[in-house]
């Protein structure tokens, strides 16, 4: 290969060095290895300009590099160091495509910084170019300083994730629904830092937001009536239904810790099968047949449901209102939807289950929200949910994972937006 074209190939500047044969060298570990020259005929004192510097001594350096294939090389550099004959000060001349005492070349970097938008640790891009996992993040610091948050979207939801700082232990996520992308991270979710960011967005702005979704925390609904008065509230029936669904789980574990023995049939499936009592009863559950060793005989689910709900009144009322829940769908117009969560409260309110009440006052005050969510639906004909928000939040979670925990706030939020921001990367 040319020398001029192998020096550029790594970004180094070919005037820099003495041009000879350069033989690469395989190490043992797979890394080809080069030797270079600097050139000592450049003597010009960055101090004084004086053109006679004399040379002091001679250093080796190594730098990390990369081949379109991936393959590591390092390059071994003696450097020249000279010393004005004037000014008597020492220097050494730049060498175009290597930082000052960095270790790896402006062509690796800028393959790190392209790994920074990909949902990778910083323990695994630093692996993959033998730096360390500090040298890693000092990369990603210095070339991230700021990162933009998106615009504010149009059917904006927002939901919170754990996040331990000094204050507090959520975060606020900001996720554009249409787009399925995040466009901001809030440090704290409590209304304080709330109005605070949504005051950084102009009047117009947040006019531009016409659907506000969110679960049942009181705090994101006094934002939305601060800030997005006209946007309608849809609340995320993931979070209105789950409600019911822990109480239902309760009163299942009550029913086989009170009701029944060790060794009883209906323990055994209530405790092996607690997933069929928060599930939609369709016919093809309803139907699936379970079979009983104890008492030799084939069961269908349900039968073998309605077994275990019979122990316990509360528990077959409270399962008899998810499932009416379940069908929601069913609701074609706002006043529909509202009788339907009425329904719900007055069933709620009639068991007497304390918990079972809490639940149905909550419906109650939410109802409005609750049925937007019912029948609001986008250009697609879909629902407005917290899904899009729900599965990206499982992705922040891998983030952090494999990054062992984040103790550095900003530092998560530029990774997040980067990874699932949508942000391009702009060499491409």
């Known amino acids: ?99 000052r005492y960095s270790r790896i070349g402006k062509q690796v970097k800028t393959l790190i910084i392209k790994e920074f938008y990909k949902q990778k640790s910083y323990s695994i891009i630093a692996n993959d170019y033998d730096i360390s996992e500090t040298e890693a993040r000092r990369i990603f610091d210095k070339s991230f300083p700021h990162v933009e948050r998106g615009p504010i979207p149009i059917a904006l939801c927002i939901d919170e994730i754990g996040f331990k700082t000094e204050d507090g232990s959520y975060a606020a996520i ?36 016409k659907y506000f979704i969110s679960d049942l925390y009181e705090g994101y609904a006094s934002i939305k009536e601060e800030f997005f008065r006209d946007a309608i509230h849809i609340a995320d029936m993931f979070h209105v239904i789950r409600l019911l669904k822990v109480e239902v789980s309760r009163l299942r574990i009550k029913t086989y810790k009170q009701y029944t023995d060790e060794g009883d049939v209906e323990r055994a499936f209530m405790k092996l099968h607690w997933d069929y009592f928060e599930k939609y009863l369709d016919k093809n559950l309803a139907n699936k047949p379970y079979y009983c060793k104890k008492e030799h005989y084939e069961y269908t689910t349900w039968n073998m449901m309605k077994r275990c709900l019979e122990l316990n009144q509360t528990f077959w009322d409270a399962y008899v209102c998810l499932q009416d829940f379940y069908e929601y769908y069913k609701c074609q117009s706002f006043e529909q939807a509202i009788k339907h969560v009425d329904k719900i409260v007055n069933q709620l309110k009639k068991t007497d289950d304390d918990e079972l009440i809490r639940v149905a006052n909550t419906y109650r005050k939410w109802k409005n929200e609750i049925a937007n969510a019912i029948t609001v639906r986008n250009e697609n004909g879909k629902r407005y949910s917290n899904g899009p928000a729900e599965g990206l939040n499982n992705a922040i979670k891998t983030l952090i994972k494999d990054a062992n925990g984040y103790k550095n706030f900003e530092r998560f939020r530029k990774r997040v937006l980067l990874v699932l921001g949508n942000r391009k990367d702009p060499s491409q």
């Open 174 to 209: 900001i996720y554009d629904h249409d787009k399925r992308i995040i466009t901001d991270v809030i440090r704290n979710r409590q209304n304080e830092y709330l109005r605070v960011y949504f005051y950084s967005y102009s009047y117009k702005e947040r006019q531009r937001v």
């Open 1 to 99: 290969m040319h020398f001029n074209t192998f020096l550029y190939m790594f970004g180094l500047d070919p005037d820099c060095f003495i041009n000879e044969l350069v033989e690469p060298i395989e190490s043992d570990n797979g890394t080809i290895l080069y030797n270079l020259r600097q050139r000592t005929d450049k003597r010009i004192c960055p101090e004084c300009g004086c053109t006679d510097a004399e040379i002091n001594n001679y250093s080796w350096t190594e730098t990390s590099f990369t081949t379109n294939e991936g393959k590591p090389v390092l390059i071994r550099i003696r450097k020249v160091r000279f010393r004005c004959k004037v000014c008597e000060k020492t220097f050494t001349p730049k060498i175009l495509g290597i930082e």
